[in-house]
């Protein structure tokens, strides 16, 4: 491949490279009960949001104002954080683990010369990092990435892991040049909103059949073939 048909492969984490078995969930309820005395919403739909996302909506569902909420967000995150940590290593828990053919892929975008490794997540920074250790990936293998820090709106996220890539290559990255590969249909509309080719799999709350729904350019039920998913990222 010529440089100018670089890939860069941009990986969802939760129900793509690894399920944490409801850490995120219970360390976000833990902090909005403790910041605001609320839980949030039983039942809220967390797939596909960022984590200040996830904050408002459920603080706005109890009727918080978006003044309220913006007071409370840094206190909430946090917690948030904090108890994130000691939820993704409690024995009374299931550990994180990674989803089938991710350690494979994720060595197999590392070592190819036309493929740049980069996340794209709702986590936070500092989640994502905790997330990804748990599961004994180092999050330093990702050359770049753009994270719920960056943006509450998930769409935005994928212009801003674009950026970083070019500014990672040195020279423009087109939106057809990303690959977003996520497991719900906020990753595939985050991927389309800059003209990146997505890549859905079925391996988090969502079925092949909803995922083909969104328009994604392929959909695969896991991560497991990494000849064809390699070749899927690097010429879907």
């Given at each position: 491949?010529?440089?100018?048909?670089?890939?860069?492969?941009?990986?969802?984490?939760?129900?793509?490279?690894?399920?944490?078995?409801?850490?995120?969930?219970?360390?976000?309820?833990?902090?909005?009960?403790?910041?605001?005395?609320?839980?949030?919403?039983?039942?809220?739909?967390?797939?596909?949001?960022?984590?200040?996302?996830?904050?408002?909506?459920?603080?706005?569902?109890?009727?918080?104002?978006?003044?309220?909420?913006?007071?409370?967000?840094?206190?909430?995150?946090?917690?948030?954080?904090?108890?994130l940590e000691s939820e993704?290593?409690?024995?009374?828990?299931?550990?994180?683990?990674?989803?089938?053919?991710?350690?494979?892929?994720?060595?197999?975008?590392?070592?190819?010369?036309?493929?740049?490794?980069?996340?794209?997540?709702?986590?936070?920074i500092q989640g994502a990092?905790?997330?990804?250790?748990?599961?004994?990936?180092?999050?330093?293998?990702?050359?770049?990435?753009?994270?719920?820090?960056?943006?509450?709106?998930?769409?935005?996220?994928?212009?801003?892991?674009?950026?970083?890539?070019?500014?990672?290559?040195?020279?423009?990255?087109?939106?057809?040049?990303?690959?977003?590969i996520g497991d719900t249909?906020?990753?595939?509309?985050?991927?389309?909103?800059?003209?990146?080719?997505?890549?859905?799999?079925?391996?988090?709350?969502?079925?092949?059949?909803?995922?083909?729904?969104?328009?994604?350019?392929?959909?695969?039920?896991?991560?497991?073939?990494?000849?064809?998913?390699?070749?899927?990222?690097?010429?879907?």
């Open positions: 491949m010529t440089s100018g048909s670089m890939r860069v492969a941009l990986f969802d984490i939760d129900g793509t490279i690894l399920l944490a078995h409801g850490a995120g969930r219970r360390a976000m309820e833990r902090a909005l009960l403790d910041v605001t005395g609320t839980p949030g919403p039983g039942g809220q739909h967390y797939a596909g949001k960022t984590d200040r996302q996830i904050v408002r909506e459920a603080l706005r569902t109890n009727g918080f104002s978006d003044a309220d909420v913006n007071r409370h967000m840094p206190a909430i995150l946090d917690l948030y954080l904090s108890s993704l290593s409690a024995a009374e828990h299931e550990p994180t683990f990674l989803l089938p053919g991710v350690g494979a892929i994720l060595d197999a975008c590392e070592g190819h010369d036309a493929v740049l490794l980069g996340l794209l997540t709702g986590n936070l990092d905790r997330k990804l250790r748990a599961a004994k990936v180092d999050p330093a293998r990702f050359s770049i990435g753009a994270f719920g820090s960056d943006h509450e709106d998930r769409p935005v996220l994928a212009a801003i892991a674009r950026e970083r890539a070019a500014q990672h290559l040195q020279r423009e990255v087109a939106g057809a040049s990303c690959v977003v249909p906020a990753d595939v509309e985050c991927g389309l909103a800059i003209g990146a080719r997505t890549i859905a799999v079925a391996t988090g709350n969502y079925t092949s059949g909803q995922l083909r729904e969104t328009g994604a350019h392929l959909v695969l039920e896991d991560l497991a073939d990494t000849p064809v998913v390699l070749e899927a990222i690097l010429n879907v």
